[in-house]
């Protein structure tokens, strides 16, 4: 699953089941954390997607991957460990609810499924371009420049109903929102191919998906949507995820998020996250 289906953390997603732990079997074997808290004091066991790209997979590769080792190490954690589960409906109880992990390294703050820390970064939707198309300068979704062009967007996300709005959606592409990129490419992967080959003109996408991918093709502008400000919002804070009970366990990372929030924004700015602060204005460093 993609998009955090970026958007794991925004859209409503469907499927799946694992078998669950309970947590009697793993108070026998991890160890009990602070105030009695299910956290395992040596391993940072993560939950998380194993194919999710920028955000995580199962060789390591992803920010969120970096940044969990960074809160081992930072917390005296011996090792990071994962449960993989598709970043789909269940994803929580089949996972951090189930007690068989005490983290997600990414969650949109203020999702009623989990307990969030404080936010360690803020990001938008971004409108994707080829340069030298036209659309330079186009900032929002209602730009006259845009209301002829075919532009690509996720179903069932935020810029959706925004581009309704704007009229725009009569001659859009639509992407599937629940893709299992362990066997097809990414939304983000699939519009910039889309746009370099003439197939749409534009595209709206997760400000970190988007400019992961874009990375890769020095022929794409990445424009953050921050004077959006009719409809959806379009900028969101991302949070770690903990569980209800787990207090000592939030105020530890709360802590760490911190005292490390520019050794953070420096992991995500190399991963191209499109970084803003609450003023809507770019952090580059």
């Not at 391993?43 to 060789?59: E, G, H, I, K, Y």
């Not at 460990?81 to 409906?89: A, E, G, I, K, L």
Request: glycine share 8%; net charge positive; hydrophobic share 40%.
């Amino acid at each position: 699953m993609t998009f955090r289906g970026a958007t794991k953390l925004i859209a409503s997603l469907a499927l799946s089941a694992a078998m669950a732990v309970p947590g009697s079997a793993f108070a026998q074997s991890a160890g009990v954390g602070a105030a009695g808290e299910l956290v395992d004091p040596d391993v940072l066991r993560v939950c998380a997607d194993p194919s999710n790209m920028p955000f995580t997979d199962q060789s390591g590769q992803g920010f969120e991957n970096k940044l969990a080792e960074l809160v081992a190490a930072k917390t005296g954690r011996k090792s990071v460990s994962y449960t993989w589960f598709p970043m789909v409906m269940g994803f929580v109880r089949n996972t951090l609810r189930a007690n068989r992990c005490d983290i997600i390294m990414g969650y949109a703050q203020g999702d009623e499924q989990v307990q969030n820390t404080n936010a360690y970064y803020r990001s938008a939707y971004v409108l994707m371009f080829k340069k030298g198309s036209g659309l330079e300068g186009v900032e929002t979704l209602e730009d006259p420049k845009l209301a002829d062009k075919r532009v690509g967007v996720v179903q069932s996300t935020p810029p959706a109903s925004n581009m309704a709005k704007a009229h725009l959606m009569k001659k859009a592409k639509v992407y599937g929102l629940m893709v299992d990129t362990r066997f097809t490419d990414s939304p983000a992967e699939l519009m910039i191919k889309d746009i370099m080959s003439g197939e749409i003109d534009a595209a709206v996408v997760w400000g970190p998906m988007g400019g992961y991918y874009a990375r890769s093709n020095p022929d794409i502008a990445v424009v953050p949507l921050i004077k959006d400000k009719a409809g959806s919002r379009m900028a969101y804070r991302i949070t770690m995820g903990v569980r209800p009970s787990d207090q000592e366990w939030k105020r530890t990372l709360n802590r760490l998020i911190k005292d490390n929030q520019a050794e953070i924004n420096t992991l995500l700015l190399g991963y191209g996250v499109p970084l803003i602060d609450e003023q809507d204005k770019p952090i580059t460093q």
